[in-house]
């Protein structure tokens, strides 16, 4: 569970712009522990959100204060889930998350929310009070593809993300054959870190034609 606020920016690139910063990351960064072969893997989330939309108007309007939960796992492999919460709080970001098993999951799927109650786990007790009280139900899935860097010094990540595809079956949460269509044809540079960036990576990264986003992968999901 991380409760330390984190500094997280987001940049559009294009593919020549990831083939240069990803090849000098290479040379000065760690792949992430969950990285396949190439350094890349499969990301599928599970998002949460109301009848009234409130995570998507709070992400459009810019709220300064905001959240989401969502449940997720890797590479197809459903051995090993968590469930996130991920909220904003004036300007820096911050995340708790929480193992969460297969059964529990496809409890939520067939509206089975004791199961969130009879953990006895905060967060699943989070999740479970406002499902109850603010009507979250699961909405979307997103999957995309994720290649991602660690840098000690400053507990920095930085990931490409691409190939972003959804689908509304959210039933079909655990199916690695889900039909799933394109949100976005887009390169998503993130870049997260504690209390600074170091030189060298604010140096590797900077990508002076291209401005800062607030591009969400959920938001563009929903809005197809």
């Known amino acids: 569970m991380n409760e330390k606020g984190r500094h997280e920016h987001k940049l559009n690139i294009n593919y020549s712009d990831y083939m240069q910063l990803s090849s000098k990351l290479r040379h000065i960064a760690d792949f992430d522990e969950n990285a396949l072969d190439d350094g890349s893997y499969i990301i599928r989330s599970l998002y949460f959100d109301n009848y009234a939309d409130k995570a998507v108007i709070e992400k459009l309007s810019g709220a300064s204060r905001r959240e989401k939960f969502r449940i997720r796992f890797y590479n197809n492999d459903p051995s090993f889930i968590r469930l996130e919460k991920k909220s904003k709080a004036n300007r820096l970001c911050y995340k708790k998350n929480a193992p969460i098993t297969l059964a ?121």
């Open 104 to 224: 529990q999951c496809e409890g939520i799927l067939d509206g089975n929310l004791g199961l969130l109650k009879e953990s006895g786990q905060a967060l699943m007790m989070e999740l479970y009070t406002k499902m109850h009280y603010q009507n979250l139900r699961p909405r979307t899935i997103v999957d995309y593809k994720r290649e991602a860097y660690v840098y000690p010094a400053g507990n920095v990540r930085i990931t490409f993300d691409s190939n972003i595809r959804t689908s509304n079956n959210v039933g079909g949460l655990f199916n690695p054959e889900l039909v799933t269509i394109p949100a976005a044809n887009a390169i998503v540079l993130e870049i997260k870190y504690d209390g600074f960036i170091p030189e060298i990576i604010r140096q590797l990264v900077r990508v002076d034609s291209r401005n800062e986003t607030e591009f969400s992968k959920y938001v563009v999901s929903r809005l197809i």
